[in-house]
């Protein structure tokens, strides 16, 4: 037999008012914080406040949780500014949007703390790093004392440590404030301790490669400056690093060097850094690697030792990172086409360059899901070098309707091709599926030529080996040995041969394998 409301219909704000609100401002002392944990009972003003009436008479007034203009804690001696709210129903009196004055901070006693933001939550809070401790201490977002900035990663924040009970009195930031980059220059020693991202590394001839020691590094790398263009030491010489951070809303960038990293020999773009700067220097001083930035890719082309990367970015990156083996951890490193490897990364002059690179196990199956229909198309662009400096990893296919006629273009990759030594050149008909990425872009896999079987007229013999006529990729001609003629034909210029086009499991370079003359 309870009684129920119905038909509810939602007022315009301001329709029903409780309060009748004095607008005059007021200046208090809080007498009794709100109490964090309230027991069950019908008044909720649990705090008190002090404050000088009109008629230069103290007097006491209550106020409940939703008085504060904002959620961070209030203590006991607080200075705060307040309105007065007067019940329409009983006509009791209590203070209202109650706000924390900065005057608190200078007559109290209250030790505030500096730190800089290590890690956030993007719903509740994060992690404050204190400058004066290099103590780690959580924060939540309701203690922040105003709602206009943003708290971003390496910001600068003022506040007070606290206890918190049900996190088993462990400290915590409570009353923060965003700290400008000159204040804390000012209150820090003229220093000021941020984090940051590194945009461009240090290219000053100092090294991690192959996960060794600097002197085995820097000597592999004497060793082959002569024949590697990816280590020159030329293009290397005393060119600053630079780092991109966000302060105070504002994005900005500082240069540094080498010679200021405290815990690591090098940087890599990508890598998550803490940095010191001063009022009198331009270069991030005393830097401390935070979080490497390790990047996954498969190797699209291999020639001769070098060769480039594709990366494993599902918002369609087409940057090629290029690479030389001696950039590999570990001796001996076996690589084929198609190979998923793991790298820092670098940039030299504009090209980005892998480092540190190893070998991992695939994981390919978690980029794409592979449709069941299997398709034919023909290819419009292959993926192929086009010089030392230049590349395309990424190739087209167009699907051929069941009619004939041209349908949709597919982008593909070395990891979508069934052999990984197979040439496709263009128009060539082949069979493939469809996968969907974690992004649901579209690109076609499981790609098969249809008829490997090519043919060609041999330009040239010299000795054991010869070339043919035939246009793959930036060559008009390609390379056979000997041991490849099919037994009991001897090939001289101007014989028609069959062959496959293969790339070298050894050099990478495109060659002519089981050749067969024709005429």
């Given amino acids: 037999n309870k009684e129920v409301a119905s038909n509810i219909i939602i007022l315009p704000k301001g329709t029903v008012e409780f309060d009748d609100m004095d607008k005059t401002p007021y200046i208090g ?12 009972s019908d008044n909720t003003l649990t705090g008190r ?5 009109t008629d230069k008479k103290m007097s006491e007034l209550p106020f409940g949780e939703r008085d504060r203009c904002g959620l961070y804690t209030l203590l006991e001696n607080d200075i705060v500014q307040f309105v007065i709210a007067k019940d329409k129903r009983d006509g009791m009196m209590r203070a209202t949007q109650i ?3 900065d005057q608190s901070f200078l007559k109290s006693k209250e030790q505030r703390q500096m730190g800089i933001v290590t890690k956030l939550d993007n719903i509740t809070g994060g992690q404050i790093k ?8 959580s924060f939540r977002f309701s203690e922040v004392m105003k709602d206009n900035f943003e708290i971003t990663e390496g910001g600068a924040l003022e506040f007070t440590l606290a206890s918190n ?32 991202i590194v945009e461009r590394d240090a290219n000053d001839g100092r090294s991690e490669r192959n996960g060794r020691s600097n ?11 002569g024949t590697d263009s990816l280590s ?20 900005s960038t500082i240069q540094y060097s080498s010679a200021n990293l405290s815990n690591t020999s090098a940087l890599y773009c990508g890598d998550k850094v803490e940095f010191s700067i001063t009022s009198n220097s331009k270069l991030a001083l005393n830097i401390t690697l935070i979080e490497r930035n390790r990047i996954h890719g498969w190797i699209a082309i291999l020639r001769e030792g070098k060769g480039f990367i594709e990366q494993s970015n599902t918002m369609g990156s087409i940057e090629p990172v290029a690479f030389s083996m001696n950039a590999f951890t570990g001796d001996n490193v076996q690589v084929e086409l198609g190979d998923e490897v793991e790298f820092s990364l670098r940039k030299i002059s504009g090209r980005l360059i892998a480092e540190n690179i190893l070998k991992v196990s695939s994981t390919i199956n978690n980029f794409y ?8 198309g023909r290819v419009v662009s292959p993926v192929r070098m086009i010089s030392n400096d230049e590349c395309e990893i990424l190739g087209r296919i167009q699907k051929i309707t069941d009619d004939g006629m041209p349908g949709e273009c597919y982008t593909y990759s070395i990891t979508g091709i069934k052999n990984k030594r197979v040439i496709l050149l263009p128009n060539d008909s082949v069979t493939f599926s469809v996968a969907i990425g974690l992004d649901y872009s579209r690109r076609a896999v499981n790609i098969v030529l249809e008829n490997e079987l090519r043919k060609g007229k041999v330009d040239t013999v010299k000795g054991q080996f010869g070339f043919i006529d035939f246009a793959c990729e930036e060559n008009k001609k390609i390379f056979f040995h000997n041991s490849e003629i099919e037994a009991g034909f001897e090939l001289r210029a101007g014989d028609e041969v069959e062959f496959y086009a293969q790339y070298n499991s050894k050099s990478g370079k495109p060659c002519a394998s089981k050749l067969r003359r024709v005429k």
């Fill in 29 to 40: 002392r809080i007498l009794q914080p709100l109490q964090n944990k309230l027991k069950k």
């Fill in 49 to 53: 406040l002090l404050y000088d009436t």
């Fill in 99 to 101: 706000s924390l004055l």
């Fill in 130 to 137: 204190c400058l004066s401790s290099d103590q780690i201490v």
């Fill in 165 to 196: 009970s049900n996190n088993g009195d462990m400290p915590q930031a409570i009353r923060i404030k965003l700290v400008s980059k000159d204040n804390l220059l000012n209150m820090n020693g003229h220093e000021l301790r941020l984090m940051g």
């Fill in 215 to 225: 002197d085995t590094s820097e000597t592999k790398q004497q060793q082959t400056n």
């Fill in 232 to 251: 020159s030491s030329n293009n290397r010489q005393q060119e600053p690093g630079l780092i991109r951070y966000i302060y105070d809303g504002t994005e």
């Fill in 369 to 376: 899901s592979v449709l069941p229909t299997v398709h034919r």
